[in-house]
C-alpha cells in the first residue's frame, strides 16, 4: 500500500453558502418527485465542474433522466450499457489520455465520472468496475444506489435490504420474505481488492449535509481510478411520501444500517459515527417502519436485521466495514 | 527474418502471421487506444502489439480488460471522445461482448475489430467457422473477410479510412479465418509510415466528439419517438457505405500503385468464360483456386469468386456478375439451422440477390469446414461437380450438401 498522504489536498467546501451556484444538471430530466439518486446526479456535477464528462449507464438515472431534445446534462454526456460503469470510465479517460499524449486536444485536466446503479454496480458491471479500479487512469465511478432496478418496476437488487418486497420478492400466502439476500458490501470489497484505488467511499446526497459533495471533490483531487457508493433513497420503490426522501436517508445512516466511511490510501475514516452521537446508533425498526416495502416484517424480522447490524458494528474488525472477526482461533 | 528491401511505398518484406500483419496495420494506422482480452486465436494480434508498445513502436493506451464485454466497452467510448480505437476477438469471446458491439454500431462510433473466427462453443473447438462474425450482420456493422495476411494489414488502413469517413461512421469487422491465417505465416511487404499518411486522414469524430468544449448528450432515452428515424439514418449510413468503400480503394491504389480492382467488394478468379462458379468467403478460396486450376486442365470451365465485404452487401455488383453463369455454389463456412432449405448464411444472402433476375443461376450450397476442419482441394472438386450436374438439371433434388462430414 501506498504511504498514505496525511492531509488530502483538495477544494473543500466548507459551508453551505459555498456551494456552487452554478447547475450543470438542470431541467429536462423526468425522475420522480423527491428523488435522491437525481440529487446524487445534481451534486456530484455541482462538485465536479463544467471541465467534465460523464457517462451513465443504463438505470432509472438513464431511463428517466435523459431523454432525446430534453437533456438535463450541461456537460457532455454518453449513455452506457448496464454492465459498463467501469469500462465507460476506462474507455473515456485513456481516448482522452492518448489525445492530450498525441497534442491532438490540448493538456488539460478534464474530469471523467461514470455512475451507474445498483444492479448495473453492485450485482452486473462489478468485474468490469473492478478493471478499472486496477488502472492508473483518473476516473470516478458513482454507484447510485437505491436498492432496486427503479426503472424497470422496483425488482431486488444484490443490494437491496434483505426483507424488503420488491417485485421480484412480493409477499404470498406461504412466503413471507423471499429477499433473503444481505446487502452487498461493494464499497469495501473494492477497497479491500484494489490496493492501487486510493478513494473509496460511501455517501448520502444530503447528509451529512456537505459531506458528498466533498467527497466528490476528494474523489477527484486524489488521482487515479475511485469509487464512491452512495444511498439513495426512492419514494417510489420504497414506498414513502417524497417529502421524506432526506430524512430516510439520514435514518439509514443512523441505523448504522448504510455506514458512512471514506477509505483513503487504505485508513477507514467514518465520516459520520452514530456510535458517537448522543442517541447512538437508532435501531433499525425507526428507518425500517417508515417504509411500505418493510410493512409486512414482523418483529422476529426486523429483530434480525437488527442483530446482523449490530455484528456490523460490535463484531467486525472494522466496524460496518469490512466483515472480518478477530484472529484465526485454534479451537479448543 | 526481415529483408531490408525497400520496394516504392513499402519499407520491407517481413515473414507475418495474419495476426502480426493486423499488428502492423495498428502500428502504421497510429491507433490511439487498445483493449486487450485474451481467447484463441485472435489473441495473437494483441501479443504482437502489445510487443510493439513495449518496443516503443507505437504510442497508444494499452489495456487488458477484465472480459470481452470491458475490452469493447472501453474502445467504444475511448472513439466517442475522438481516439482511433481496436480490439478483437473470436467465437465465444465475441459473443460475450455482443452487447457492447451492438451499441458501437447503433452509437456509430467507427472503431475496428479484428474477428479471428472461430467455432462458438460447446463443444469446444479453436477452429475457424463464421458464425461468430455473423452474428453482427444485421447490426450495422462493415464486415469483411480478408484471405491473406498482405490484405490484412492493408485493410486495417482500408477499414480505418471507410469506417472513418463521415459518410459512414460505421465500426468495421476485419474477419480472418481463425488458424488458417491467423497463425499461417506469409511473405507481407510493409508500406512505409509516409505512404500510409498519405492515404489516411487522422481520426476527427467532428460535432460528435465527446469533450467539454463540446458539451454534447450521446444517445439518450428516445422510445418510439425518434428510434425509427436513428434507425433510417444508420440504414443510410450503410447504403453510402458501398461507394466509400469503392472510393477508397481507388485512393489506396493511388498509393500503393493498382493492389486491387473493381468490383473491389469481392474479386473474381478464372471467370471470364466460366460456366459454373463457387463463392466463398476467406481462406476456403485458396483450395478452390486450385480445384479451378485442375479442372480447367480437364476442359471444365469453372471459375471462384472470393466474396470479401459481407456487410455492406455488394447487391448490384454480385448480382451483375453471378447472373452470367449457369449455376453458383455457395459455401458456407458456417450455419443457419432451420433457415429456409437448411443452407447456410451466404447461401440465403446470395440466392436473395439473385432473385431480382429474371434468367437466374441454379444456386446450390455446401456447408462445409466447419470447427476448423481442413477444406481439401478435393472437396472443392466435389463441390464444382455437384454445381456442374446443378447446372444441367432443370430442377434441384436438394440445395444443400455437407461437404467433409462423417455420416
Not at chain 1, 50 to 77: D, L, Q
Request: a neutral charge; charged letters at 25%.
Amino acid at each position: 500500500m501506498a504511504t498514505a498522504d496525511k492531509v488530502l489536498v483538495y477544494d473543500r467546501i466548507k459551508g453551505v453558502k459555498q456551494i456552487p451556484l452554478e447547475e450543470f444538471y438542470t431541467s429536462g430530466h423526468r425522475t420522480c418527485q423527491g428523488c435522491e439518486s437525481a440529487t446524487v446526479m445534481r451534486q456530484f456535477i455541482k462538485a465536479a465542474g463544467p471541465r467534465t464528462v460523464v457517462a451513465g449507464s443504463t438505470g432509472c438515472m438513464y431511463v428517466a433522466n435523459t431523454s432525446y431534445m430534453t437533456t438535463p446534462w450541461i456537460v457532455p454526456w454518453m449513455h452506457t450499457q448496464l454492465g459498463a460503469g467501469g469500462s465507460s470510465a476506462v474507455g473515456m479517460a485513456a481516448g482522452l489520455r492518448a489525445l492530450m499524449r498525441k497534442n491532438r486536444i490540448p493538456q488539460e485536466k478534464i474530469h471523467v465520472i461514470s455512475f451507474c446503479g445498483d444492479l448495473g454496480g453492485g450485482d452486473m458491471g462489478l468485474s468490469g468496475i473492478s478493471g478499472a479500479l486496477q488502472t492508473d487512469y483518473d476516473l470516478l465511478i458513482i454507484m447510485y444506489d437505491n436498492e432496486s432496478a427503479a426503472n424497470t418496476d422496483i425488482q431486488a437488487t444484490g443490494l437491496t435490504t434483505w426483507g424488503a418486497q420488491t417485485t421480484f420478492s412480493p409477499v404470498g400466502k406461504v412466503e413471507r420474505i423471499m429477499h433473503r439476500r444481505w446487502k452487498k458490501n461493494v464499497a469495501a470489497m473494492l477497497a479491500v481488492g484494489h490496493p492501487n484505488c486510493r478513494y473509496v467511499a460511501t455517501a448520502c446526497a444530503t447528509f451529512p449535509p456537505l459531506d458528498f459533495l466533498n467527497k466528490v471533490r476528494k474523489a477527484l483531487s486524489i488521482g487515479g481510478p475511485t469509487f464512491i457508493h452512495t444511498y439513495d433513497p426512492c419514494p417510489k420503490g420504497w414506498d414513502f411520501h417524497p417529502r421524506y426522501s432526506h430524512e430516510l436517508g439520514e435514518l439509514g445512516v443512523r441505523s448504522g444500517l448504510l455506514p458512512l466511511y471514506e477509505i483513503i490510501d487504505g485508513e477507514v475514516v467514518y465520516t459520520y459515527d452514530a456510535r458517537k452521537t448522543a442517541k447512538g446508533r437508532i435501531p433499525v425498526r425507526e428507518y425500517l417502519t417508515r417504509q411500505g416495502r418493510f410493512a409486512h416484517l414482523t418483529e422476529e424480522d426486523m429483530a434480525h436485521i437488527q442483530r446482523m447490524v449490530d455484528q456490523m458494528w460490535d463484531e467486525w474488525e472494522v466496524p460496518g466495514v469490512a466483515p472480518f472477526r478477530g484472529t484465526l482461533k485454534v479451537s479448543a | 527474418m526481415a529483408v531490408a528491401q525497400p520496394v516504392g511505398v513499402y519499407e520491407r518484406e517481413d515473414l507475418l502471421t495474419g495476426c502480426q500483419a493486423v499488428a502492423e496495420g495498428i502500428r502504421l494506422a497510429n491507433v490511439d487506444v487498445i483493449a486487450a482480452y485474451p481467447i484463441r486465436p485472435y489473441t495473437e494480434v494483441m501479443d504482437a502489439i502489445s510487443k510493439i508498445i513495449a518496443d516503443g513502436k507505437l504510442v497508444a493506451e494499452y489495456i487488458v480488460a477484465d472480459s470481452e464485454h470491458s475490452q469493447f466497452e472501453i474502445v467504444k467510448h475511448a472513439a466517442s471522445v475522438g481516439a482511433r480505437a481496436f480490439a478483437g476477438s473470436s467465437g465465444t469471446g465475441w459473443m460475450y461482448g455482443f452487447e457492447a458491439l451492438v451499441v458501437t454500431a447503433t452509437d456509430r462510433l467507427p472503431v475496428l475489430f479484428l474477428v479471428g473466427n472461430r467455432a462458438l462453443d460447446d463443444p469446444g473447438a479453436f477452429g475457424v467457422e463464421h458464425n461468430d462474425a455473423l452474428a453482427i450482420r444485421d447490426m450495422g456493422w462493415l464486415l469483411c473477410w480478408v484471405a491473406t495476411a498482405q490484405e490484412a494489414l492493408e485493410h486495417v488502413l482500408l477499414g480505418y479510412r471507410i469506417a472513418e469517413d463521415r459518410e459512414v461512421r460505421m465500426p468495421m469487422a476485419l474477419a480472418m479465418d481463425g488458424a488458417f491465417l491467423t497463425h499461417s505465416q506469409h511473405i507481407v511487404r510493409i508500406p512505409s509510415q509516409e505512404a500510409v499518411n498519405r492515404f489516411l486522414p487522422p481520426f476527427d469524430l467532428g460535432e460528435r466528439r465527446l469533450h467539454p468544449d463540446n458539451p454534447v448528450s450521446i444517445a439518450p432515452q428516445v422510445n418510439e419517438d425518434w428510434v425509427m428515424e436513428i434507425r433510417r439514418q444508420n440504414w443510410e449510413a450503410a447504403r453510402r457505405a458501398r461507394g466509400v468503400i469503392a472510393t477508397a480503394y481507388e485512393e489506396f491504389n493511388q498509393v500503393f500503385g493498382q493492389r486491387y480492382r473493381p468490383p473491389y467488394s469481392f474479386e473474381e478468379f478464372l471467370t471470364d468464360d466460366a460456366e459454373v462458379v463457387l463463392i466463398g468467403m476467406g481462406t476456403v478460396a485458396m483450395p478452390a483456386r486450385t480445384a479451378v486450376r485442375r479442372l480447367r486442365e480437364q476442359g471444365h470451365r469453372v471459375g471462384y469468386v472470393n466474396l470479401r465485404w459481407f456487410r455492406p452487401f455488394p447487391t448490384e455488383e454480385l448480382r451483375e456478375s453471378l447472373r452470367r453463369f449457369r449455376a453458383v455454389g455457395v459455401i458456407d463456412r458456417d450455419f443457419a439451422h432451420g433457415a429456409p432449405d437448411d443452407g447456410g448464411v451466404l447461401l440465403h444472402e446470395v440466392r436473395s440477390c439473385l432473385y431480382p433476375v429474371r434468367e437466374r443461376p441454379a444456386v446450390v450450397n455446401f456447408i462445409t469446414g466447419l470447427g476448423g476442419r481442413d477444406v481439401s482441394i478435393q472437396d472443392a472438386i466435389r463441390m464444382y461437380e455437384i454445381t456442374q450436374e446443378a447446372a444441367r438439371k432443370d430442377r434441384l433434388d436438394g440445395f444443400v450438401t455437407w461437404v467433409g462430414v462423417r455420416e
